[in-house]
């Protein structure tokens, strides 16, 4: 039962390391046993298979057996094939439960929400956001990907026939540049159907005019129909993350179309935020005002809301452009050692490492499940050929990912968890009341995607697979669908908030199929870089030395 006892948590960690203190026979069975439990199902499957064959081979060696069941044929051949079905079946399985979640999903958004931004599973209606059709086409390329042809096809030409940008609605620049400029971008390369290139390229020049500010740091929200474009009412500055995580889209549709106008606007506010003062060891404050192009509200310091894509997009545009672009790779290598240095500490109870925040120099040991999308970054940093300590500070955070989901009685995160720093016998992860709900998000299955392809260790694909049988037992919908929830630590009562993000469809279950996939080559980290909400763009050739 959820949550594990600190000791129960500490003799799970530590049964492998000393097992040898075992010294009866119980407790060498029930070690035997973990160990079996810790197994892959493909690995569990692979071993029942050679004990099959032993087992045959020995029964068709006693003459007086074989003899009965001459003729049998039926019989020998199930043997035989029974647990190849097993192994073949091993993966497969959590696919095709995938693809089920994804269908449930979809189901409920065509009956209830087709066309518009989000589907209401619990009230059976749609939520409006710009009117775009969001869900529609952040699932696009997930729905290639996972082969669901006729779903693709009408959702395609739903694109074709109803998706019209002339439209006047006030649109925020990232959300739309990296669901739906993204989504189309990804859907063009996927399947090389212009429809989304066009698409993509009306979109993109309607986003331009937010670039038009005293700084040349865009303004958050912009009218596509009108061409206009306005900070928020309350401020007249933008956020962080946003202006540094739409890089990804604007270049490749630069790159597309061959009209350099794209790329231009943001590769000057990188450039801006480059050489800006009032960073800490590469960390960056969460705002940055449209007039002055300076930091606001300096001092803080997080890797969560407001900041966090700006750091997987240092490292992301740096891999696109072929590792040529070393300004990008010295803020985010100095960026990472600003984190090692301000942010990371360990746990009292279990020693979990996790990612705090800084504020005015003072510690807070809070964190975003958002920071879940660190563990990948980094992997796919020391995949890429930075330091090696990278990939053990993913390993450790992966492993507080996975904890604040199993700790809670769900098996779901909530949204923020504040970590103990305290060495008693209480819990590492404490949730306040106002931060115990699950949005469905996707940052941890993201980095076990990552985590899974560079070590091969199965351990991620069954952690994910539990987050998924969680999502399918707290969050889905009878009827379609699956809803946002207000209290992961309430399995009789989670609280339904009828709210299905598109992400779900654009992110969460595409990795998860992914993290399942053995298909290594589809969408291959070597190719491809994803952008933050999980659209596939691809690495472009480097240039000839
Ligand atoms: C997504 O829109 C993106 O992953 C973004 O970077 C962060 N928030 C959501 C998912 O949690």
Request: glycine residues 8%.
């Amino acid at each position: 039962m959820y949550p594990p006892s600190r000791k129960d948590f500490i003799s799970v960690t530590l049964s492998d390391s000393h097992s040898h203190t075992y010294n009866n026979g119980k407790h060498r069975r029930q070690s035997c046993w973990r160990k079996w439990k810790q197994l892959s199902r493909l690995q569990r499957s692979f071993i029942l298979f050679l004990l099959a064959v032993v087992l045959l081979f020995g029964l068709l060696s006693y003459p007086s057996i074989t003899e009965r069941w001459r003729g049998k044929q039926w019989l020998n051949l199930m043997i035989l094939c029974g647990p190849l079905l097993v192994v073949s079946t091993g993966s497969v399985d959590r696919l095709e439960v995938v693809r089920d979640a994804f269908r449930h999903a979809w189901k409920g958004y065509k009956a209830y929400a087709w066309g518009h931004d989000e589907l209401k599973p619990i009230s059976k209606s749609f939520g409006e956001w710009f009117g775009l059709g969001l869900t529609l086409i952040d699932s696009l390329d997930t729905m290639w990907i996972m082969g669901l042809k006729e779903e693709f096809v009408e959702a395609r030409n739903w694109v074709e026939k109803e998706l019209s940008f002339n439209k006047n609605v006030d649109v925020n620049l990232f959300e739309t540049t990296i669901r739906i400029l993204g989504g189309l971008l990804s859907a063009y390369h996927l399947t090389g159907d212009q429809l989304f290139l066009e698409k993509a390229k009306d979109l993109g020049s309607r986003l331009l005019p937010a670039f038009k500010t005293p700084s040349k740091i865009p303004f958050s929200d912009v009218n596509i129909g009108k061409g206009t474009a306005h900070p928020p009412r309350w401020t007249s500055d933008s956020t962080l993350a946003e202006v540094t995580s739409i890089q990804l889209e604007f270049r490749e549709l630069s790159h597309l179309t061959q009209e350099p106008q794209y790329q231009e606007v943001v590769d000057e506010v990188m450039k801006l935020v480059h050489k800006l003062p009032g960073k800490q060891d590469g960390l960056v404050p969460m705002f940055i005002n449209t007039n002055s192009g300076q930091f606001t509200h300096k001092g803080v310091f997080t890797l969560g809301a407001r900041a966090d894509s700006y750091y997987e997009y240092l490292l992301k545009q740096w891999i696109q452009g072929g590792k040529t672009e070393d300004s990008l790779l010295e803020d985010y290598l100095q960026a990472i050692e600003g984190v090692k240095k301000h942010l990371v500490r360990k746990t009292g109870p279990s020693r979990l490492t996790f990612i705090g925040e800084l504020s005015h120099n003072r510690f807070n040991p809070k964190m975003d499940h958002l920071v879940c999308f660190l563990p990948g970054t980094l992997a796919l940093g020391a995949h890429s050929g930075l330091p090696g300590d990278h990939m053990d500070l993913a390993v450790q955070l992966m492993e507080t990912c996975h904890q604040m989901y199993k700790q809670m009685e769900t098996g779901l995160s909530p949204e923020i968890s504040h970590f103990s720093l305290q060495a008693s016998d209480g819990l590492d992860v404490v949730v306040k009341p106002a931060d115990r709900h699950n949005l469905l998000r996707p940052e941890t299955v993201e980095s076990l995607f990552y985590m899974y392809r560079f070590t091969k260790d199965t351990k991620y694909r069954d952690w994910g697979w539990e987050i998924l049988q969680s999502f399918n037992k707290y969050t889905k919908v009878p009827g379609g669908g699956y809803t946002s929830i207000n209290n992961v630590r309430d399995p009789v009562n989670p609280g339904p908030r009828d709210k299905m993000e598109s992400f779900f469809l654009g992110e969460t279950l595409k990795y998860l199929y992914l993290l399942f996939s053995d298909d290594m080559e589809m969408l291959s980290l070597e190719k491809y870089v994803f952008n933050t909400e999980a659209h596939p763009l691809p690495i472009w050739p480097s240039p000839p030395k």
